[in-house]
């Protein structure tokens, strides 16, 4: 499933204000990491891209995400997509079907002229399991964030749900 570039670019360069992610469909809290070599990074986990494939949603592609009124906690991870089967190698914490969430970790800095670097990271798998959450976001901001890359991960949908 491809995410929208629209959805990602806005997502990245519209203005936040400390941790709050201002988006057209609502607002996303935050927050900082300090990394292991001292720069900060801003984090946003949990931010809808697609709105949940339910219903008649079910099997078509994805539509824009719902609109939300109140600041939407961007503090934890948003659920794992179902795996293909129960016992799968690496068990989803939280599996939900409402789980097309995308997360951001990026330099907590001014960004140069032409914008910083990004990292578009999906996880492994096969479509059968996996998920962003495996990954946290300690590991990818001390990697990348120091050098003034930021990184997408995405939740996709997995097995016959894709």
Not at 20 to 31: A, E, M, N, S
Not at 48 to 75: H, M, N, Q
Not at 115 to 141: D, Q, R, T
Request: one cysteine or more.
């Amino acid at each position: 499933m491809m995410v929208s570039r629209l959805t990602v670019l806005s997502c990245l360069f519209l203005t936040s204000s400390a941790q709050l992610l201002h988006l057209t469909p609502g607002r996303i809290l935050g927050f900082d990491y300090e990394t292991k070599k001292g720069p900060y990074a801003e984090v946003f986990l949990n931010i809808p891209y697609a709105s949940a494939p339910v219903g008649e949603l079910r099997f078509e592609k994805p539509a824009p995400p719902k609109p939300w009124k109140d600041i939407r906690d961007g503090t934890k991870f948003g659920p794992s997509c179902y795996p293909v089967t129960p016992d799968a190698v690496v068990p989803p914490e939280q599996p939900s079907e409402d789980c097309l969430t995308l997360n951001i970790i990026r330099p907590k800095k001014e960004a140069p002229s032409p914008g910083f670097p990004i990292l578009f990271w999906v996880h492994g798998g096969g479509y059968e399991f996996g998920s962003a959450i495996a990954y946290g976001y300690k590991g990818l901001a001390d990697i990348y964030t120091p050098r003034d890359i930021i990184v997408v991960t995405i939740q996709y949908r997995l097995g016959v749900y894709g």
